[in-house]
């Protein structure tokens, strides 16, 4: 089955202190990955996306990401987290293998404490 | 920056009832989306809309879902009969590309059913 794991549901870091929120794909020799943010009452905005490359992405505000094929991860990072940075994060998976849809995460919440 | 929009940002009704929600994708894209957030769930796709057809749809959208592109810039998703599990955010996406593009996604609309 298509799914996507986000083993955390709640991360709490200080702010200054580096970051790292992990993300599991089951499926697709191929996939297309994706990191939203959502900050409370708001849409999802695109942090960063791998579809192919360098495994190592650069995204907005600061994150990065690594696809790891042979770990079907794809973690986010940040190396100090600001208090701004307190949302939940998704993780989606999306590509041929996937059909016209993103699967998601169910989501980490990140608490960030001065 | 282009960006989806989505009105109104929150719908509230009573069980039976219908409802339209409405989307303004970006306006060089080609591929529409509708996914719903449950409170405290997953983001589920619920629908894929192109050239004026489905392409796609998971088995929440059943019956008593529909979409509709009535014009060249509104896409719809209509509920004909509300039930209490409806109640949920609603998120419109649209991408200028499927399976290689990224999705993007509006604010939501936030749907209580009573």
């Known amino acids: 089955a298509q799914s996507v794991t986000q083993p955390d549901i709640h991360i709490t870091v200080s702010e200054g202190a580096s970051l790292e929120l992990r993300c599991n794909y089951s499926y697709g020799a191929t996939p297309y990955l994706f990191w939203y943010v959502q900050s409370p009452g708001q849409g999802l905005q695109l942090l960063l996306k791998y579809f192919s490359g360098d495994t190592l992405v650069q995204g907005i505000k600061g994150f990065e990401a690594e696809f790891k094929r042979s770990q079907s991860s794809f973690n986010l990072r940040k190396p100090s987290v600001h208090w701004s940075d307190a949302a939940e994060y998704f993780c989606a998976v999306g590509g041929m293998e996937y059909g016209n849809k993103l699967v998601f995460g169910a989501g980490t919440i990140l608490r960030v404490k001065s | 920056e282009p960006e989806v929009t989505q009105t109104p940002s929150h719908q509230v009704t009573q069980m039976g009832q219908e409802v339209i929600l409405r989307c303004v994708p970006i306006?060089?894209?080609?591929?529409f989306y509708w996914y719903r957030q449950i409170l405290g769930q997953k983001v589920e796709f619920l629908v894929s809309?192109?050239?004026?057809?489905?392409?796609?749809k998971s088995e929440i959208f059943d019956d008593q879902f529909s979409v509709e592109r009535p014009d060249g810039s509104n896409f719809t998703l209509k509920i004909r009969s509300t039930k209490l599990e409806d109640s949920a955010m609603y998120f419109c996406?649209?991408?200028?590309?499927?399976?290689?593009?990224?999705?993007?996604f509006g604010p939501g609309t936030r749907l209580t059913v009573l």
């Open positions: 809309f192109y050239n004026n057809e489905i392409s796609e």
């Open positions: 996406a649209s991408s200028e590309r499927v399976y290689t593009d990224t999705q993007y």
């Open positions: 306006s060089n894209h080609l591929y």
